[in-house]
């Protein structure tokens, strides 16, 4: 039995909402690239939910859905990257100590 769309999307509304939660409330940077990721995730969500309702026979959602994936990927690998060069001079993740771009 297939699951209306609805559904998916109440699910897609509520990772959205709680990637917005922890991006909003986070001060751990870290947690603010999972946040992220979630966003994402929802949004990938919507994709696959609204091509299969939309055009169940063509792969348009999952086309993009695979090219949000590798944004997503390598958001990661430069968000990590960064989060790793502020790690070595700072001591901390901390989103309130990166202040390197102040004189």
């Known amino acids: 039995m297939e699951l209306q769309l609805q559904y998916y999307l109440l699910i897609a509304a509520a990772i959205f909402c709680i990637g917005i939660y922890g991006l ?3 001060r751990n940077a870290v947690r603010v690239l999972m ?9 990938n969500l919507n994709l696959m939910a609204f091509s299969n309702y939309l055009d169940p026979t063509g792969i348009k959602g999952q086309i993009f859905s695979v090219f949000v994936i590798t944004i997503a ?11 790793l060069a502020i790690y070595r001079n700072r ?8 202040n390197l771009l102040k004189w």
């Open 73 to 83: 990927a390598a958001e990661a690998a430069v968000g990590l990257a960064i989060v």
């Open 24 to 26: 909003i409330t986070s």
């Open 35 to 43: 946040s992220i990721e979630l966003l994402l995730n929802a949004v």
């Open 91 to 98: 001591a901390t993740v901390d989103m309130e100590q990166f």
